[in-house]
């Protein structure tokens, strides 16, 4: 298992600040802020009234006719990942053996906007004669990798993670699993989420966990400032092509990066919130460097979990000043949530891509909104403004409800 390498050959993603890998990483090093008030919905009795909304998204630029009206807003956003990705990394299913192609994608809920529909369309109807035969299809969350696989006719591992937040790091994880235990060649790997619809988001509303800053919607989501209020939701996508070295270099594959590194935990402690000592989440990542066979002091940069709650962000600060002590001081750590929000099961495989950008071009995108210094949460959190810095190791960090936590660890690839 240890003898094969896996890389990094093609990126796509549907993110509010951008579709595609370019347009999502200039937003990124301009520090574009998407969060605004939500016009998909009425929020007049909503505490939060704000999201990062993708606007503009067109389906049919990616999907055929049938398909999109097979598939939920999340699927979509999915195949329109995967089609990008594809496209990037150049491969040509038809000189591929599709046997050895798989996919494994995260998403924490599924297609909850076709799901809200139908309950609202039979229950206004007093009858269930108002439910959709495709309803079992669309809202299910391994229509995700299944609606990929059908798509592209891929016949290898066909698997949908549903890990809350970590789903998409878990997915990158597993995806490189499966190719180093010879299961598949290529695997495309990602996560999707559409939550901002209007049962989801009074959930979530419910239980207080999202920014109140209505106000000013730009700077709500703020991550490791002092004044954070909690998260702010988004949505999107993103998938990888992962692939086996050799199988890379045969077809003069394009490399961006080396996957090298993936830790798993559970805190064992809580649905919501995180265990306090943040031993869980250390021990992610020690798990990862142990896997990528790396020391503590070789990670450059940090791309957080850094969600803009108390709890979370200053979780996070402990368990990495745990496991990287006073390297932790040297390390860039940032949050990209602090413009897209928190876009749930998607949110590992976007941040992903930010660590591929920061890799290729020796930059650390910037943790925007952050203003007041918290004394709990003291490291170098790259504010405001990208850093340059050589990088050759970037951590990924992503922590769900029911302590759920997955780390990846990508590197330059020699």
């Not at 000189?95 to 809920?109: D, P, Q, T, Y």
């Not at 992903?352 to 290729?360: F, K, N």
Request: glycine share 10%.
């Amino acid at each position: 298992m240890d003898n094969k390498r896996v890389v990094i050959t093609g990126i796509g993603l549907v993110t509010p600040i951008g579709i595609g890998k370019e347009e999502f990483w200039k937003a990124n090093l301009e520090g574009v802020s998407a969060v605004n008030f939500i016009k998909s919905f009425d929020t007049t009795e909503y505490r939060t009234k704000i999201a990062a909304e993708i606007t503009g998204f067109d389906p049919l630029k990616y999907l055929d006719q049938k398909t999109k009206d097979s598939t939920d807003r999340f699927a979509q956003f999915g195949i329109a990942g995967a089609s990008l990705a594809v496209e990037d990394s150049g491969l040509d299913f038809g000189k591929e053996n599709k046997n050895a192609i798989g996919v494994c994608m995260g998403s924490g809920l599924g297609g909850m906007l076709f799901y809200e529909k139908q309950i609202v369309a039979v229950l206004e109807a007093k009858s269930i004669k108002k439910g959709s035969p495709r309803c079992v299809p669309k809202i299910t969350p391994n229509a995700l990798s299944a609606q990929i696989s059908i798509f592209f006719k891929l016949l290898g591992p066909n698997i949908t993670v549903s890990t809350a937040c970590s789903s998409g790091n878990h997915a990158l994880g597993l995806a490189m699993d499966m190719i180093k235990q010879n299961r598949a060649n290529i695997m495309l790997a990602g996560g999707a989420e559409a939550p901002i619809i209007p049962f989801t988001f009074a959930a979530f509303n419910a239980i207080r966990v999202m920014s109140g800053r209505n106000d000013y919607p730009k700077e709500a989501s703020c991550p490791f400032d002092k004044d954070r209020d909690g998260f702010v939701m988004g949505e999107g996508s993103a998938v990888l092509i992962l692939e086996e070295l050799n199988h890379a270099r045969k077809r003069k594959a394009h490399i961006y990066v080396e996957l090298v590194g993936y830790g798993s935990t559970s805190g064992g402690y809580h649905m919501v919130m995180p265990a306090p000592d943040g031993s869980d989440a250390a021990r992610a990542m020690k798990l990862a460097l142990k896997t990528a066979k790396v020391s503590p002091d070789r990670i450059d940069y940090i791309n957080a979990h850094g969600t803009a709650t108390q709890a979370n962000d200053a979780i996070e600060t402990k368990a990495i000043k745990e496991i990287f002590k006073g390297h932790a001081y040297k390390i860039g750590v940032s949050s990209t949530k602090s413009m897209i929000g928190h876009s749930l099961g998607a949110a590992g495989a976007i941040e992903a891509v930010a660590c591929i950008m920061a890799l290729r071009d020796h930059i650390m995108p910037p943790t925007i909104n952050y203003k007041t210094k918290d004394p709990d949460c003291d490291l170098n959190y790259v504010p405001n403004e990208p850093q340059k810095k050589q990088l050759n190791y970037v951590l990924s960090n992503s922590f769900g409800f029911g302590s759920n936590n997955a780390c990846i660890i990508m590197r330059r690839y020699k």
